[in-house]
């Protein structure tokens, strides 16, 4: 027969205020099974945990139930306490009094009690029938997949590969770099953001340990942490990298000419093209949309100039199949487009431009050279308004949350117009100044004392052309009067969005995003790198918007999760995974279509024994199964069950009340 | 509404910096000085919003307002200022400034406390040192109303906080001098 032992914890005054402990020790005494039963202010403690490993020993208890906070909490410290007593682990039931009864019952000390009561009956129920469980391993392939090359990428895939891990790091563009390559200068040291991401970039490119792929798309991800296979669409970039030597031939010679995307088309790129000069790898790929050799069959001068014969029309796109262990996400953001701001002129006036334009402008390898003009009429503009929050934090138009970065970039823009322009004045629109960081606020104090940017506070209502200037309205709520403002340039801290691709990527990687289309985390503050899909980890602004140090942060975290997921050779997995009963399973696969994982498959079995015949039945993949249940509650024939939480211990449970 | 961006350089702001040794674009308006401030309730531009009014350049409704006036250069406020500006300093710039170019405000407020810091001038030149009786005596009947605080009177007497007479400093004409020296140079600008 069962012999339980039950430990109720005081948890200081959290649970011994609201809840009379001492009753509820009594009560479970009542019941047969119950061998020992005990109180103590902090069973977590390490007195309080040398009472459970005595008892065990002492009462030869079969099962254990604690009832004190979230099994969250301590579930895996109570765990560790029975199996260092020499017992099975999961002989342990958790009877939460804390956060569903003392917490929310506060106002009735007797209620608290009798539903602590419940709540340790059904404990005690459910562990007679708990059986021993053994954590599963499963093998690992210690590759490791980075999905975007931007900084984010980089950094994890330098991260991960200096601990001699294979990583293969897929770049949807011609070269890696993302935005941050197409920065000037960094907020808030102002150090040259090319200077510090390019040799980055070039030991991406050199390192041992990656393979980068770039011009290349995730098409497939299958198998579960330790043992993914990924398909990648690497597109037909037309050069063959191998042989092509990056000279430049091709690209001077081509006639096409095409709005340049790394410049914001700000100025024009060939058909055949690298992003910029420091692009890695820096060879081209030519746009298969506008070249004329492609489209209609003319032309061909890129393939007569280039003397290694590098140019191949006929080129195809190639699916490449790799077999990793882990995926980290890190695709990135793209800017608000500010369409909706009608009442700004977006559009209608040349004169208005975003905050990326006019860091390419002011950008020393941008298409003005590092000057800022005006794009109606090449002139160099002498007062500028900056206007921010645009598209952030705004219901009507934008996006609820605030974007994070953009208060720090426009202090640096009035900074670098003041060092670009120096007869300027910079007139900043804003609404809050959020400057949390190491360095922030001081960096915003030398753009209003130093460089004498003049802050307005409030949103601007209107823009309206007066001659070649554009006027400016909005309030100063310092001084509470509406101030308009003869602005030559006028620049839109427009908003950070989820990138466009991010839902699709999702639905293919089996993760979950938010109704922005950012990738979400497990956890909001205790696992924000983890995804809910183990082996899936998240790098950067694909999960939110963040500055550089933020990314990098970030990205650090998720190699230090890849290498910790390497570690040994298999991995261990809670044994909480449904089983199927093949002799109940009747095959309608309900359970694959609920499956929020991708867990279970279909498997034939013979229809009886040693019968040729195969009929269908589910099967559960112990790697990929998180243990949620759904399977076991849509299962009609009652074919599943779920390890740790089998029908007759939930049926125990509920005549226990 | 104000119209910026077209006048050029704020020159007013470098007229202020240079004259109160401040430096006003420190300020980040938090408004730490107007509820310090004793007398802010009675100004009509508060000191935080006459520092954002010298920042966007607005000359004319700065010195037209009566807060440098109402300032007591108690200097509260700048001792509680998280940026440390001189703000007693920046409102006795205006001060100057309004002053040198003829914009005053006329309401009878100003006027009065305009009187009060001529005849408090006036008395130190004379004596070296301020003679309460008399200057209580002229500033009421220099602003027309005689018997105004007259009631405290009594009991400032009997207490001894108004002193009958006066007694001259003995540096009272080296004071003398000084004021000469500086009415000279004031009259050679």
């Known amino acids: ?657 | 509404m104000i119209t910026l961006g077209s006048q050029g350089k704020n020159t007013f702001l470098e007229a202020v910096n240079l004259k109160s040794g401040a430096n006003v674009l420190e300020c980040y308006q938090c408004g730490k000085c107007v509820s310090t401030c004793p007398v802010s309730q009675y100004m009509d531009f508060p000191p935080r919003e006459i520092m954002q009014m010298i920042k966007l350049g607005l000359k004319e409704e700065c010195y037209m307002a009566n807060s440098h006036w109402f300032c007591l250069t108690c200097s509260a406020c700048s001792g509680r200022c998280p940026r440390e500006i001189d703000i007693p300093a920046v409102m006795e710039a205006v001060r100057h400034l309004a002053i040198e170019e003829n914009h005053i405000n006329d309401s009878k407020k100003v006027k009065e406390i305009r009187k009060f810091h001529e005849i408090f001038l006036d008395m130190i030149k004379r004596y070296g040192r301020n003679y309460e009786l008399r200057m209580m005596a002229e500033f009421n009947i220099r602003t027309r109303n005689l018997f105004k605080d007259m009631h405290l009177a009594p009991k400032a007497l009997l207490k001894g906080k108004i002193p009958l007479g006066v007694k001259p400093l003995k540096s009272a004409k080296a004071i003398k001098r000084m004021y000469e020296v500086a009415e000279r140079l004031e009259k050679k600008k």
């Open chain 1, 1 to 657: 027969m069962a012999r339980v032992g039950v430990f109720v914890c005081f948890c200081g005054a959290n649970i011994a205020d609201y809840v009379d402990v001492p009753q509820v020790v009594e009560e479970v005494k009542r019941i047969k099974e119950v061998k020992y039963a005990v109180e103590y202010k902090y069973m977590c403690s390490d007195p309080g945990q040398g009472m459970i490993r005595d008892a065990i020993v002492q009462h030869k208890l079969t099962s254990i139930v604690v009832a004190a906070c979230s099994p969250r909490m301590h579930e895996k410290t109570f765990r560790k306490a029975l199996s260092d007593a020499g017992m099975n682990p999961y002989l342990l039931e958790v009877a939460n009094i804390r956060e569903h009864s003392s917490w929310v019952h506060q106002k009735d000390k007797k209620a608290a009690t009798d539903k602590a009561m419940d709540l340790c009956r059904m404990a005690v129920a459910k562990s007679i029938a708990n059986e021993q469980l053994h954590e599963i391993s499963v093998p690992v392939t210690k590759r490791a997949l980075v999905i975007g090359g931007g900084i984010a990428g980089i950094q994890a895939a330098l991260d991960i590969a200096d601990a001699r891990i294979p990583v293969v790091l897929v770049e949807k563009s011609p070269s890696i770099g993302g935005k941050m390559a197409q920065l000037d200068e960094t907020f808030p040291t102002l150090d040259c953001s090319q200077c510090i991401l390019t040799p980055k970039m070039v030991d991406v490119a050199s390192h041992p340990y990656i393979e980068l792929i770039p011009y290349a798309e995730v098409l497939e991800l299958q198998g579960f942490v330790g043992n993914y296979k990924v398909k990648i669409k690497k597109k037909a970039s037309y050069v063959n990298f191998k042989t092509c030597t990056g000279c430049g031939a091709c690209w001077q010679k081509c006639p096409v000419k095409v709005p340049n995307e790394y410049n914001l088309g700000l100025d024009k790129r060939k058909a055949i093209y690298t992003p910029f000069p420091q692009a890695v790898p820096n060879k081209p790929v030519i746009d298969a949309e506008h070249c004329t050799m492609l489209t209609k069959g003319k032309c061909g001068i890129c393939a007569k100039v280039c003397l290694p014969g590098a140019i191949d029309y006929q080129m195809q796109d190639e699916i490449i199949e790799r077999e990793i262990g882990a995926v980290v996400v890190a695709t990135g953001y793209d800017m608000w487009d500010p369409k909706p701001y009608e009442e700004y002129g977006v559009g209608r006036f040349k004169d208005i431009i975003t905050s990326l334009e006019f860091e390419r402008m002011v950008s020393a390898n941008g298409p003005t050279n590092g000057v800022p003009v005006r794009p109606s009429d090449g002139k160099v503009p002498k007062n500028v308004v900056f206007i921010k929050c645009v598209g952030s934090r705004d219901e009507a138009k934008g996006i609820e949350y605030c974007s994070k970065i953009c208060c720090m970039y426009t202090t640096k823009h009035t900074i670098l117009l003041h060092h670009k322009v120096h007869d300027s004045h910079a007139y900043v629109f804003y609404m809050d100044i959020r400057a949390a960081g190491k360095g922030y606020e001081e960096f915003v104090k030398k753009a209003q004392v130093d460089t004498a940017a003049t802050y307005l506070r409030g949103r601007v209502s209107k823009i309206y052309k007066k001659g070649d200037k554009l006027m400016v309205r909005g309030e100063d709520a310092q001084i509470g009067q509406v101030v308009e403002v003869e602005a030559d340039l006028v620049v839109l801290a427009t908003a950070v969005s989820a990138p466009k691709d991010n839902p699709e990527l999702a639905r293919l990687l089996g993760i979950s995003y938010d109704k922005y289309g950012y990738m979400s985390e497990a956890h909001p503050k205790l696992r924000p790198v983890e995804t809910a899909k183990a082996g899936i980890f998240l790098a950067g602004c694909t999960q939110a918007p963040k500055d550089i140090p933020e990314t990098v942060s970030q990205a650090s975290a998720c190699a230090a999760k890849v290498c910790g997921l390497f570690a040994g050779d298999t991995m261990k997995k809670d044994p909480m995974v449904s089983t199927i009963n093949n002799e109940y399973c009747s095959g309608c696969q309900n359970c694959v279509n609920v499956c929020p994982y991708g867990a279970i498959v279909t498997d034939e079995v013979p229809v009886g024994h040693g019968s040729k015949d195969l009929r269908t039945v589910a099967k559960i993949n112990e790697g990929v199964c998180q243990g949620c249940g759904s399977c076991v509650a849509i299962c009609r024939s009652m074919a599943i069950n779920l390890a740790g939480f089998t029908d007759p211990q939930i049926i125990n449970e509920i005549v226990s009340i």
